[in-house]
């Protein structure tokens, strides 16, 4: 003998309807006042409550007089029911309520002290104009700690410049600077008709630590030459690098971003694009994310419609 099947009913694909139903009836005691409420048909609202009560086994309603009550099965069903169907039915409200209060909260950004000092004052001054309610704070890492604190989901978002992207991190780059090499006034390469790479790797060179994107890049256009070269100080900070050189400790390869007027009176500058390939810098978020408002409204500021999700016919930016 086949075993018994619970039957299956058509309205089951929608719940809310039968019970939304039975709830108007509940509260109004009459099918044709609830149909009105639910702009239904009378049928309607009968037929969604006979299967509701065939789903449960249950009889909701008896009637008294002209009015229909809640038996004591119905009275369990809408202390239940009411709860849900009210909070689905004020979903609308109550998340464009919750909308309207995100200007408040916080957001945590992971930036090198380089992005902190050079990219990000005139968008942070922006940001905070905008958003005053908003708590940010800005975690001053070298990158590979910053995608550490985004896979931890310590911050929600990266600002910075990235080489090699990993398979779980999207990366959008968004601005771009020339690789410049920037020497003491008086040093021999700051009038040298032709610079060429052997040229410079004579002289010791000022880099930032080994883990960073500017120490990996310079490595890795000189072992692509087969050039061979020396680092005779690695230090933290393009401030400190630039006061390093001017003082005559070294020479540096620094990034377009970091030089302002005062650099070009005090050091020589040229650029290196023959040799390096422009640096660039953007946002890094992890894939699967859902961005808080306030993240959003920061990567807005940088580019509008970043990370934005497209239809497969539309061209989607690159994650290197």
Known sequence: MAPSRTPRFAYKGDRLKPLRAFCQVARLGSVSRAAEALYVSQPAVSQQLQALERELGATLFQRNGRRLLPTAEGEALYELARPLVEGIDALPAAFRRQLAGMDAGELEIAANSSTILYLLPRIVGAYREQHPEVRLRLHNTISADGTDLL????????????????????????????????????????????????????????????????????????????????????????????????????????????????????LAIRPLDAWFPARSYGVVVRKGKVLSPQARAFIDLIGPDLFVRRSHEDPGHSER
């Open 151 to 266: 896979r931890a989901d310590t911050v929600e978002l990266v600002v910075g410049s990235m080489l090699d992207v990993p398979a779980d991190l999207s990366y959008v780059p968004v601005y771009s600077f020339t690789p410049m090499l920037i020497t003491p006034r008086d040093h021999p390469l700051a009038t040298m008709p032709q610079l060429t790479l052997e040229a410079i790797s004579k002289h010791g060179l000022i880099l930032p630590p080994q883990r960073q994107v500017t120490w990996r890049l310079v490595d890795l256009v000189f072992q692509q030459a087969r050039v061979p070269y020396t680092v005779s100080l690695e230090v933290g900070g393009w401030e400190v690098i630039k006061q390093y050189v001017a003082m005559g400790l070294g020479i540096s390869i620094v990034s377009s971003i970091c030089l302002d007027e005062a650099d070009h009176e005090r």
